[in-house]
């Protein structure tokens, strides 16, 4: 038989509360506490349909993960799933809604996408509002965002010529692992916002170019979703955003190492979340779009901010990441569970790099997450590097939008590269054929970028062939 609309609708607060996911009902009355999302979310679907929320932001396993069996009430009535898919059908679309339809649509062929701001801009077309505004938000002013990019505008090379480069080898490895490329694709959450198949259109795209993922603890798709859709010669990477609960860590860590990840990418930077105010306000600008404006009357209070954004699905009061991690503990807390390779995540001075270096991990990823507005570009913290300490090991995110931009790295010592938001941009654009076309994009820049050097391997990328130079002064005076 099945359950009815009318009977779901009947417990939809929190001393009763079913939700409808594909079609299936839950009673999720004692999960409310325990959601890492909060309870608010789930109460705004109470007694009806939660899929179009779910969907998005949750792997498959999910539900079976924090529900028990006497949670799982069952499927829906035959007839009311027709009624919802009716109704979902004459639904009245919204604006947004409207406009990524229509951009889908006119979406340009791909051998008309030069480059990778081709496809972001692409990207920011169809892409709905509030997926945009979580994908391209930096922290605050977005100073360190647009910095990230502009320091590879610093830097020139000084191309040798003469040099045989007719067979030229892009190719590398990273902590032993084949690459074709010097680059790699750095964590980033939540892919499903962008398009249903999420992070299995990277897994499937970075399988057939040999690239390797690196797979973000808060990934949309289960982690043993792609570990079954990548090629049996594919290697993973996991990046753990460390909780204070230990135990859910750890558990985490061995899981990916039982599903056949290759090094742990332990997130070192990001232990609170900062405000991405443009991911704040991207609820209220759909509000204005249906006419749901709010305005502010005398005496109105101070009502409270969701100042964490669309991270509030992942860091909250019930899963709250681990502001006290430390040199002293957290390696060897890490060491003592695994025996994969361990590389720190979200380096962003000299110092840190040297410590890291002594501290005997594997490698270090030069980052700053976007978090602290005004940090140092990582390509900086790596010319730094370069000229203090040239014997530490490192690799680099953060800005990169073309091959150059990966060889200007490489020639500073990283040994690759890490890219996140562009093939989120990849992917939501035209999913997996999306992420192919931009790795296509990428060799192509590389090679030809390599050839002109002079260079015929990574190998030959070295500190000679780069210059810093600051072309314009600080305080540029007007000349009238």
Request: net charge negative; charged share 25%; proline share 5%.
């Amino acid at each position: 038989m099945g359950w009815s609309i009318e009977e779901v609708s009947k417990h939809r607060d929190s001393s009763s509360c079913w939700i409808v996911i594909r079609n299936e009902v839950y009673d999720v009355t004692e999960f409310l506490s325990k959601h890492p999302g909060g309870p608010s979310i789930i109460l705004k679907y109470a007694g009806r349909d939660a899929t179009s929320a779910y969907e998005p932001i949750h792997p498959s396993d999910a539900i079976q993960q924090y529900l028990s069996s006497s949670q799982r009430l069952g499927p829906l009535n035959s007839t009311d799933i027709q009624d919802l898919e009716a109704q979902e059908r004459k639904r009245e679309r919204t604006e947004d809604e409207i406009r990524v339809e229509q951009a889908m649509k006119q979406r340009p062929p791909l051998n008309r996408l030069l480059n990778l701001a081709d496809i972001e801009d692409v990207a920011r077309k169809v892409l709905p509002h509030s997926a945009l505004a979580f994908f391209s938000a930096g922290a605050e002013d977005e100073l360190t965002l647009r910095e990230n990019a502009r320091a590879f505008d610093r830097f020139f090379f000084h191309g040798r010529v003469m040099r045989p480069v007719s067979k030229c080898d892009p190719s590398t490895k990273i902590l032993g692992f084949h690459s074709s490329l010097p680059v790699f694709v750095s964590g980033a959450s939540t892919a499903k916002l962008g398009h249903p198949l999420g992070e299995l259109n990277i897994t499937r795209g970075c399988g057939t170019a040999n690239i390797i993922q690196m797979v973000c603890t808060y990934a949309s798709i289960s982690r043993a979703e792609i570990a079954a859709a990548a090629l049996p010669s594919q290697t993973l990477f996991f990046q753990l955003y460390k909780s204070t609960d230990l135990a859910v860590a750890t558990n985490l860590v061995q899981e990916a190492e039982q599903l056949g990840f290759k090094a742990i990418f332990l997130t070192v930077d990001a232990i609170v979340i900062t405000t991405r105010e443009r991911d704040v306000r991207s609820p209220w600008v759909l509000e204005a779009q249906t006419g749901n404006i709010q305005y502010y009357s005398e005496g109105d209070p101070d009502g409270a901010t969701n100042l964490l954004g669309t991270s509030s699905l992942h860091v909250n009061r019930t899963n709250v990441l681990d502001a006290d991690m430390s040199w002293q503990t957290t390696i060897h807390w890490l060491r003592s569970i695994t025996k994969l390779p361990i590389v720190l995540k979200g380096i962003q001075c000299v110092e840190d790099a040297v410590l890291a270096a002594e501290m005997g991990v594997e490698g270090i990823l030069l980052s700053n997450h976007g978090e602290i507005d005004s940090s140092l570009p990582p390509l900086e913290v790596l010319y730094e590097i370069h000229k203090q300490r040239p014997d530490v090991f490192e690799k680099l995110e953060g800005g990169i939008r073309r091959g150059t931009d990966v060889i200007k790295a490489i020639c500073l010592g990283a040994k690759a590269v890490g890219l996140g938001r562009p093939f989120l941009y990849a992917l939501s654009a035209y999913g997996e054929v999306g992420v192919s076309k931009m790795l296509s994009i990428l060799e192509r820049e590389i090679v030809t970028s390599m050839r002109l050097l002079g260079a015929a391997s990574i190998d030959d990328l070295t500190p000679e062939l780069i210059e810093r130079l600051d072309w314009e002064p600080v305080n540029r005076q007007s000349k009238l």
